[in-house]
């Protein structure tokens, strides 16, 4: 069972944790403060959990089709890939028909016209992709995208698997799932980010003492999402052991 926990008791831990849970500290900051203060730790937080590749924790999927004689699928709300809160791509499923699925493989950048000169797929040999980010750091830009090759040459059904960026959290029924009490770390740090504004260095010292020790803790319990199995070795192969596919 998750472990969720929402915004008013994640303030309530900061405060206790910085030692202003009084009334008379009420100056020191603002509900709007401490609230950003949290949403940054969790950010902080959400980053540790899913770089944890080998056992991936928020992992979601989507599903899109490709169109012949398109290479490149814009990933947004009102995109091919209709996502709108992607951070992270996880791998690509694409579909050949008559249950037969591949994993498509992410390509390097310089390889990205390794088939321009042979019209589709080569015969036993996977499709590549790459996540090709925005061009701006303005809300206004273009969403990210979903580069293909070789180029396809029909419509096959896509499953894009991804990490989503951590909404914040804003009303007080908002919740977090912190796995297994891993929430302490962001509240440890929205903690220290109150004392350091107070100059208490004494106290944050200790914080982040305590942090340390709670992001080894993090650290150490993820990879062993499985329980009982390792992470095995990747394929470098670059095959997928499938017959060629309507891209050939």
Known sequence: MARLVDLPTLQGRTLQRANVQTASNNALFTTAELTDNINEGLATLYDLIVNQQDQPYYLSSVNFSTSGQKDIYVIGPAGDIPISDFYKGKGLDISYGQQI???????????????????????????????????????????????????????????????????????????????????EHAVLSAAIKLLTKQER????????????????????????????????????????????????
């Not at 942090?211 to 670059?238: C, F, G, W, Y």
Request: overall charge neutral.
């Open 201 to 248: 260095f004494d106290h944050v010292q200790i914080l982040m003492s305590l942090q340390a020790k709670e992001e080894a803790r993090i650290l150490a319990s993820l990879p062993n999402h499985d329980a009982e199995n390792p992470p095995r070795v990747q394929d470098v192969t670059l095959t997928d052991g499938c017959i060629g596919g309507p891209f050939y």
């Open 101 to 183: 699925i591949i994993s498509a493989k992410p390509f390097m950048w310089a390889e990205r016209n390794r088939y321009k000169w042979i019209p589709g797929r080569i015969f036993n040999q996977p499709t590549f992709y790459q996540f090709i980010g925005k061009s701006g750091a303005l809300a206004t830009v273009a969403n990210d995208s979903l580069k293909l090759i070789p180029l396809p040459q029909g419509q096959y059904a896509c499953t894009l698997w991804y990490y989503p960026v951590l909404a914040p959290l804003v009303n007080a029924g908002d919740k977090f799932d912190g796995i297994n009490g891993f929430e």
